[in-house]
C-alpha cells in the first residue's frame, strides 16, 4: 500500500490528529500534555524507537476497517466502576495463526503511558517475528492504582486465553513484558504475592523486564533522605503515591519490592537496560539480574553504557536487537 509520509518534524500531535491510524492513534500518548502533543517526532529519536515501520504497520491494520480496540471489562462493569471504562488492548495480529502470542506494557510513570514507543513499536516488530502481539492500557493517574493495574493485566490476560480461536493464538502459552513502569507491572506477574497463581492464569513463559524499577525501598530512601521541593523526594513521591498510595510508609511500599517476592518458580526472564539511566536507576534492573542468578531462575541480559531511559526498540543504540534476542530466548525457554 502507498503509505503516507512521516518526516521527523511531525509531532505527537500531528499523528494523533492523523485519521490514517485510527484506535491506534488516540493511544499513542495517553493522559497528553503540550509539552509531547508539540514535540517534534526527531527528539524521541525518530530511527532509534523505529517510528516509520511502526506507524506503517499501524497504517495497514486502520486501513482495514476491522476493530482492534478492545475494553477490558464489560459494559456493566464499565458502568458501575468509573475507572474501567478506559483499560483496554489493541490487538496487532501476526501473519502465522496459532503461534504463542504476547503481552506489551508501557511505562509512564504509571501516570500515563507511551503507547507507541512501548507498545506499538514492539507490536509491530514481534509481528515482523511471525507473533501476535497484544498492547495492554492500564489504570493509571490515581494513588495507589499499581493494584488496579495488575488487576487490568490479568483482565487483559484472561480475555485473550478465553478467545484465543478469535485472536488466532495458543492458549496457555505467552510471554509477557514492558518498559518502565510497565515493566513493575509485568514482573508482578511472577511473584510470590501478586502473581499468576493467585490471579488463576497460566504462567508466562517468560518475562522481559527493559529499564524496570523494582527497588521500592530505594525510591522509599530518596523520598526520606530529601526534603519537600527537593528533586529527588517530588520526584519518588509522586511515583511512589501511585504505588502505595497518599500515606507513604515503610510497610505500604514494600509488597511491591520485586525482588523481595520472588523465588525459584519465578519465570525466565530477559532484562534489558542502560547504565546511564536517570530515570529508572539501572540496579534496579542489576538487582533483578542478581536474584535471578540467586535463585537459580534462568535469565538473559542486553545492558549498555549509554543511551538512558524510555529507548523502546534501542536501534542505533549499544542494547540494539535486544528484542529479537529477546524473542530467541523465549523460543529456547518455552
Known amino acids: 500500500m502507498k503509505y503516507h509520509d512521516i518526516t521527523p518534524e511531525m509531532t505527537i ?32 529519536g525518530f530511527e532509534k524507537v523505529g517510528f516509520v515501520p511502526t ?22 462493569e464499565r458502568m458501575s466502576e468509573w475507572d ?11 501473519p502465522i495463526a496459532g503461534r504463542p ?7 509512564g510513570a504509571f501516570n500515563r503511558q507511551w503507547g507507541l514507543v512501548e507498545g506499538m513499536a514492539i507490536a509491530a516488530a514481534l509481528n515482523e517475528m511471525g507473533y501476535t502481539a497484544f498492547v495492554l492500557f492500564y489504570r493509571t493517574k490515581q494513588d495507589a492504582v499499581i493494584a488496579k493495574a495488575i488487576e487490568d493485566m490479568y483482565a487483559c490476560i484472561r480475555q485473550i486465553e478465553a478467545r484465543a480461536d478469535e485472536f488466532e493464538v495458543q492458549a496457555g502459552h505467552y510471554m509477557i513484558g514492558g518498559f518502565s513502569a510497565g515493566a513493575t507491572l509485568a514482573g508482578e506477574i511472577g511473584s510470590t504475592n501478586f502473581g499468576w497463581k493467585s490471579a488463576g492464569v497460566p504462567k508466562p513463559e517468560m518475562i522481559f523486564l527493559a529499564y524496570t524499577a523494582v527497588r521500592m525501598k530505594d525510591f522509599y530512601a530518596g523520598y526520606t533522605a530529601f526534603p519537600a521541593g527537593h528533586p529527588v523526594h517530588d520526584g519518588a513521591a509522586a511515583f511512589l503515591r501511585r504505588v502505595a498510595g497518599p500515606e507513604i510508609t515503610p510497610e505500604a511500599v514494600e509488597p511491591f519490592d520485586l525482588t523481595s517476592h520472588m523465588d525459584a518458580s519465578y519465570p525466565p526472564v530477559y532484562l534489558t537496560a542502560n547504565e546511564d539511566d536517570h530515570t529508572a536507576p539501572f540496579s534496579n534492573s542489576l538487582t533483578v539480574a542478581e536474584t535471578c542468578e540467586k535463585l537459580g531462575i534462568p535469565h538473559k541480559t542486553r545492558f549498555g553504557k549509554t543511551g538512558d531511559h524510555g529507548f523502546g526498540l534501542g536501534i542505533g543504540l549499544e542494547v540494539e536487537g535486544w528484542l529479537k534476542e529477546a524473542v530467541s530466548f523465549w523460543e529456547e525457554v518455552r
Open 84 to 94: 474501567k471504562e478506559s483499560p483496554a488492548f489493541l490487538h496487532f495480529p501476526g
Open 55 to 76: 506507524l506503517h504497520r499501524m497504517e495497514e491494520l486502520a486501513s482495514t476497517g476491522k476493530n482492534y480496540l478492545y475494553p477490558l471489562y464489560s459494559e456493566e
Open 13 to 44: 500531535g500531528d499523528l494523533v490528529k492523523s485519521k490514517v491510524y485510527g484506535d491506534f492513534g488516540t493511544h499513542i500518548f495517553t493522559d497528553m500534555t503540550p509539552d509531547h502533543w508539540n514535540a517534534p517526532l526527531a527528539s524521541y
Open 101 to 107: 502470542y504476547a503481552v506489551i506494557i508501557p511505562g
